[in-house]
């Protein structure tokens, strides 16, 4: 089946700092990314779109100059959380449209906590 | 309006028993629909997935929809305590197909 691949799974940074968050598609190319963010007890939030070879599309509220996507090859997409803050802290997630109908895959997730 | 909602929980059910987590879209022209399950500080995993109106059953899971109440239903007959966990319906969206929407999800409990 479609396996996408997140890393890291998990990151504590300092404020200020910028951290990479990976999603790789290991078995099918994935033209689309999906980024959400979750905090605890709350649902997923999409955050941004991603496409390949192109600019990505972000959800309105969220800031594109603090959230920088890449989506540089048809397998991996990244996520870069710029001078992070401790609100920054949360859960964040990725997923590619499967093969077919039947769902998206999910990344592992990355648990962010900034201190 | 959200867009998709569901029913607050958290919802206990004893053992065995039927849990039904229910859904709401605002959509019209949503296609398709989706129901996740998702383990505390884990990812959320598919359980499901229904494009037409009707019943849909798998294993213990019946999914129900009925795009004219833009309502669609999760069923788990003979709940297990490694049932519990939060449940989240998710809608495609009009704009992009792939695009999905997630409601805010149920938590559920099994009581053993």
């Known amino acids: 089946g479609a396996v996408v691949s997140q890393h890291p799974s998990w990151v504590i940074c300092k404020s200020g700092t910028s951290v990479k968050i990976e999603c790789r598609s290991l078995?099918?190319?994935?033209?689309?990314m999906f980024w959400y963010r979750q905090f605890p007890k709350q649902s997923l939030m999409l955050m941004a779109t991603s496409n390949e070879g192109s600019k990505a599309t972000y959800e309105q509220g969220v800031e594109k100059d603090k959230f920088l996507i890449n989506h540089a090859s048809l397998t991996l997409s990244t996520l870069t959380v710029t001078s992070a803050h401790p609100e920054d802290s949360s859960f964040y997630i990725c997923?590619?449209?499967?093969?077919?109908?039947?769902?998206?895959?999910f990344g592992s997730g990355t648990r962010l906590t900034v201190v | 309006q959200k867009e998709v909602e569901q029913n607050s929980g958290p919802l206990s059910v004893p053992e065995g028993a039927i849990a039904s987590l229910n859904c709401t879209y605002s959509?019209?022209?949503?296609?398709?629909f989706f129901w996740y399950r998702q383990y505390s500080g884990k990812s959320p995993e598919l359980i499901m997935s229904i494009y037409s109106n009707g019943d849909k059953e798998d294993g213990r899971f019946t999914a129900q929809l009925n795009k004219a109440s833009q309502y669609v239903s999760l069923l788990i007959r003979d709940s297990q305590p490694s049932d519990s966990a939060t449940y989240l319906c998710?809608?495609?969206?009009?704009?992009?197909?792939?695009?999905?929407?997630f409601g805010p999800g149920t938590s559920l409990s099994v009581i053993p």
């Open positions: 997923s590619a449209p499967g093969r077919d109908r039947y769902g998206y895959t």
């Open positions: 959509d019209r022209v949503s296609q398709s």
């Open positions: 998710a809608v495609n969206t009009e704009t992009s197909y792939d695009k999905v929407i």
């Open positions: 078995d099918f190319q994935a033209t689309t």
